[in-house]
């Protein structure tokens, strides 16, 4: 399908990514959840939205000021994208905040759990207040004059503010900033709460109690007016790999400018006056179209603090991820995979395994090498302590740590610096792509002298925290066409990237774009020839216009077309005569689903591929990526059963998309069983 078709038919991706943070607004709102759970996704809502700002509203905002009207794949120019996005981000911060204060603010202090203003403590609550702000908070705080003396201060990204309005001789008024300790807790705790005894914990805003006792930090002078405001910058990281003769130093450097990008939001309390939002606008170089007044607290991802209270009854029951039988024996981890692939599915399988896959690596004398790429691993990583330990017992090591890694640059340089001072071969990622593949391969010499690889691929990261709380999936396997693609894999990320072919993996660049749509085309004809033509795809995101034109193409021709898609779609289902046959449904639940799996009906011949990579432009042409086959047949049952025909008959967290881009939950009939999908991967039902 032509571009100039398309246009007209495919979503604005950000405002489809606006819709799907609205589902998990829509969360928070949901009775059903447990309350703190509820305050969780009222912050991860915030945070989502910091990162789409500092992200996307900051690109589009740099097309704009560079006069970039070309639209995009939608047909929208940049100027228009930034007017409705602007227009529908102040519609879903009201009703964020709307939620908080009305809904979950007084839920929770009926169950003991009190978030006050100021003007709501009692006098010892007060005191006790104050006693903190002296003791912990003053010594910390700076105050920060505006004048023809002091210039306007620089105000970090995604910093909370107070602007101290002081009224000088004869009336004029003068500016000062004081920004909140980002160090310290957002909710200090107090105890008993102001009018009502049954309330156990009680919290009181950390930016609300340095304005009441503001004047400490501007003795004997007449305060007008405290208000607090909230900065985003433009966080997007441009590196200049050719010019770069050391990319973890040129990575160093673009973090430290990342706190001086451009401001691109600035999120005031509602009762600001104008000419203090003025002094704001002309200072960060803002239009008011850049301007949120909100009427409520700034930056509600603070209430991750109340979800780490000792509160069990108000949170989701404790997950505890099972050992799949196979695994749970004395036999050793390489014996198994040799008996047969091994699937596990996060979070409901543990992440243990996968650990332990390393770790045993590490410390077989049999072992010879490990190759492995890391993306995100957080801190305290058990992967790269066991890397860093097959070292120390003489294996060779080779990892490729991509230090690209939106927002987990630092870490991953501080990961880079501990595996080369143990001796550990380590890549930093090649130029022009991200290397976003999830694969580690494990080199063996057998007892009776035969080399075999075993290989782990993964849908997710090799990251212990986000394996409890993201759906992945990963295969065990010691195929032996699959472990030359691992070995030629990594001889390419650590030598030159040339290979143009693979045998049984899918690789971006190289393959992955022209396989796909070799599979789609396929599943085409054999519909054509013989009927039943069906694809299934679960992904994170579906924006790329050949894939869908492609998906279209299919529904055209007649083949059932099943989309599991999480967050954004471009894609128009249910359009007359051109995706009629498709279906677009997303889940937003306890747990981030994040695998990506391919189903090819292929005329009775199923296939079945997972790996890392969505449809986006950037998965598909600029990042590595590797999407493998399930080559055992009792696990392609697994995953279409588990994973894909659960999702689609779930009527409790999908949602299902209409053709504007809107989307409703699934209706359930009347009577018809609740099927949670991730519930019921759990053991657990629906009341």
């Given at each position: 399908m032509a571009a100039s078709q398309l246009?007209?038919?495919?979503?604005?991706r950000e405002l489809s990514w606006l819709e799907f943070n609205r589902r998990v607004l829509q969360e928070a709102q949901d009775p059903t959840n447990p309350l703190l759970e509820r305050a969780k996704f009222l912050a991860i809502f915030a945070t989502n939205l910091d990162e789409?700002?500092?992200?996307?509203?900051?690109?589009?905002?740099?097309?704009?000021?560079?006069?970039?009207?070309k639209p995009g794949p939608e047909g929208i120019p940049p100027a228009h994208t930034l007017e409705l996005v602007n227009q529908r981000v102040r519609t879903l911060q009201a009703e964020h905040l709307r939620t908080w204060c009305d809904e979950i603010r007084p839920a929770l202090a009926q169950h003991g759990v009190c978030v006050l203003g100021w003007h709501e403590l009692n006098e010892q609550q007060r005191a006790t207040a104050k006693a903190y702000f002296y003791r912990t908070v003053f010594p910390t705080?700076?105050?920060?004059?505006?004048?023809?003396?002091h210039p306007f201060p620089h105000i970090s990204n995604l910093s909370l503010s107070l602007a101290v309005v002081i009224r000088g001789e004869r009336g004029r008024l003068r500016f000062a900033r004081v920004k909140v300790p980002p160090l310290l807790p957002r909710l200090l705790p107090l105890n008993e709460c102001a009018d009502d005894d049954r309330c156990e914990r009680c919290f009181v805003w950390l930016d609300q109690i340095i304005a009441a006792n503001i004047g400490a930090l501007f003795p004997d002078m007449d305060i007008a007016g405290t208000y607090a405001f909230r900065v985003t910058r433009d966080a997007d990281i441009e590196i200049q790999e050719d010019e770069a003769d050391d990319l973890r130093s040129t990575v160093e450097r673009s973090i430290r400018d990342r706190r001086f990008g451009r401001v691109v939001r600035l999120e005031i309390a509602h009762d600001m006056p104008e000419e203090v939002c003025a002094i704001l606008k002309e200072n960060l170089d803002l239009t008011s179209q850049?301007?949120?007044?909100?009427?409520?607290?700034?930056?509600?991802?603070?209430?991750?603090?109340?979800?780490?209270?000792?509160?069990?009854?108000?949170?989701?029951?404790?997950?505890?991820?099972?050992?799949?039988?196979?695994?749970?024996?004395?036999?050793?981890?390489?014996?198994?995979?040799?008996?047969?692939?091994v699937l596990l599915h996060h979070p409901y399988d543990s992440f243990a395994p996968v650990i332990e896959f390393v770790r045993a690596a590490a410390r077989d004398p049999n072992v010879l090498a490990i190759k492995q790429t890391l993306y995100r691993v957080g801190t305290n990583s058990p992967i790269v302590e066991a890397l860093m330990e097959a070292v120390t017992n003489g294996k060779q090591v080779a990892v490729l740590v991509e230090l690209k890694a939106r927002f987990d640059e630092e870490n991953n340089i501080q990961w880079t610096r501990a595996l080369e001072e143990v001796g550990v071969h380590v890549v930093y990622g090649l130029p022009g792509y991200k290397v976003h593949t999830k694969i580690c391969l494990v080199v063996r010499r057998e007892h009776d002298g035969e080399i075999r690889r075993y290989v782990h691929l993964s849908t997710g990261n090799y990251n212990a925290g986000t394996a409890r709380v993201y759906t992945d999936l990963g295969l065990f396997t010691c195929d032996e066409e699959i472990g030359q693609?691992?070995?030629e894999l990594f001889n390419n990320l650590t030598g030159y990237f040339k290979q143009t072919s693979y045998r049984r993996l899918l690789v971006a660049p190289v393959s992955l774009r022209r396989r796909m749509t070799e599979l789609i085309e396929r599943e085409i004809e054999h519909h054509l020839q013989h009927g039943g033509g069906h694809l299934i795809f679960k992904v994170n995101q579906l924006v790329d216009p050949e894939m869908i034109g492609l998906l279209y193409r299919a529904s055209q021709a007649g083949v059932k077309v099943d989309l599991l898609v999480r967050g954004m779609c471009s894609l128009r289902p249910g359009v007359p005569n051109l995706s009629e046959n498709i279906r677009v449904v997303s889940i937003v639940g306890r747990f981030l689903e994040h695998s990506r799996v391919y189903y090819f009906r292929n005329n009775g011949e199923e296939e079945i591929y997972s790996g890392s990579a969505d449809l986006m432009e950037r998965n598909l042409d600029r990042r590595v990526e590797t999407v493998y086959p399930i080559l055992d047949p009792s696990l392609r049952r697994r995953i279409k059963v588990e994973v894909l025909e659960l999702g689609l008959r779930d009527n409790v967290k999908a949602r299902i998309m209409h053709p504007d881009g809107t989307y409703t939950f699934v209706s359930r009939g009347q009577g018809e069983e609740k099927i949670n999908s991730q519930l019921k991967l759990l053991g657990i039902g629906c009341d």
């Open positions: 246009a007209g038919n495919l979503i604005n789409f700002f500092m992200i996307r509203v900051a690109g589009l905002r740099e097309q704009v000021l560079a006069g970039v009207t705080l700076t105050p920060l004059a505006v004048d023809p003396a850049e301007v949120f007044r909100l009427a409520g607290p700034l930056d509600l991802s603070s209430l991750w603090e109340l979800h780490r209270l000792p509160l069990p009854e108000l949170k989701d029951p404790p997950l505890v991820p099972r050992i799949p039988r196979d695994l749970n024996n004395s036999e050793d981890i390489f014996a198994r995979i040799r008996h047969g692939d693609d691992a070995t």
